[in-house]
């Protein structure tokens, strides 16, 4: 009789089926270790079907699930360390992301994920922009007054260093936020503005550009227990499948940007980009408020940063 295989459960909050590439990633790790015949077959839950957004990183550090892909600011809670992964301004753009990816920075950030039970996979580092369905956001002094969504604390920081409000929430509620009156603005991903259609609940919208101050980094991790406890051959498989979506996230991660602009022109939405000079302004906020904050209150702050900015 043959062998039974393993099954791991992978869980993310994306949606399936509309392009979005943080799936797709998910996907071909999955068809890529299932086509291995190696004893290890992985079962995809998209759409928070089986695990909330939120909840990824307890879940696959206490096992529930074996994988996942999530924004790791969003275990900033527990680890406040993370949010130096969606610092403003941090990242210069996609090639500096991924020289981050294997920098002594990142070695720190994945040192306290294996800590705590989960290991990486793959990294992924996504830009984003602000939109707004009241007005154009180049200027600091554009967002005051509004509530906004920013995904993680230290960004957060920043726009209420500008005058915003916040209303936190994961990126797949933006849509249902905007249309009930709740959210004003939001910083998300390029991908997430169009895989979520926020299309259709902005009026103006400011990509990445030249002067990119929203970066997140979104790996895919996996239960560290659960990794260890395969043979060679499937280890093999994992890995080799987690190359080939980490690269493939790269390359579609640097196209999503022009193609959120090319959805939300053609849906009528205003596009506007910021000048150094406004960009400049932003990050002398976030110098005051996201970085002064970080450095003071989290352990090994300004030796995280450090270890950002020094790379080139």
């Not at 990633?25 to 695990?51: Q, R, T, Y």
């Not at 227990?225 to 080799?240: G, N, P, T, Y």
């Not at 995280?304 to 080139?312: M, Y």
Request: with cysteine; net charge negative.
């Amino acid at each position: 009789m043959p062998v039974q295989a393993e099954t791991w459960k992978a869980s993310h909050q994306w949606p399936q089926g509309t392009g979005d590439f943080r799936a797709e990633m998910v996907e071909m790790i999955a068809n890529e270790v299932n086509a291995a015949n190696v004893g290890l077959e992985i079962k995809i839950f998209p759409g928070a079907a089986l695990v909330k957004p939120r909840e990824q990183w307890n879940a696959v550090t206490r096992g529930q699930i074996e994988m996942t892909l999530f924004p790791l600011d969003y275990a900033s809670g527990k680890f406040p360390q993370f949010s130096a992964t969606l610092m403003p301004g941090l990242v210069k753009n996609h090639e500096h992301a991924k020289r981050l990816s294997k920098s002594p920075f990142m070695d720190k950030i994945k040192a306290i994920i294996e800590e705590n039970g989960a290991m990486v996979l793959a990294d992924g580092w996504l830009a984003g922009g602000f939109a707004s369905k009241k007005n154009c956001i180049l200027a600091p002094e554009d967002i005051k007054g509004q509530v906004t969504r920013a995904a993680g604390p230290m960004f957060e920081k920043m726009l209420v260093g500008a005058g915003a409000s916040i209303s936190s929430m994961p990126s797949s509620e933006i849509y249902t936020g905007m249309q009930t009156g709740v959210l004003d603005a939001a910083n998300t991903s390029s991908e997430s503005f169009t895989s979520y259609r926020l299309y259709e609940q902005v009026t103006c919208m400011t990509p990445p550009g030249e002067h990119a101050l929203w970066f997140m980094y979104e790996p895919i991790i996996v239960n560290k227990r659960a990794f260890d406890s395969l043979d060679d051959k499937q280890k093999k498989a994992v890995l080799d499948a987690a190359k080939k979506a980490e690269d493939f996230g790269f390359e579609r991660a640097a196209a999503a940007d022009t193609a959120m602009v090319e959805t939300f022109q053609k849906a009528g939405v205003k596009i506007v980009y910021m000048t150094a000079d406004q960009a400049k302004a932003w990050r002398e906020i976030a110098t005051m408020t996201s970085y002064k904050d970080f450095e003071a209150s989290v352990p090994n702050g300004k030796e995280l940063i450090d270890a950002a900015l020094a790379v080139e």
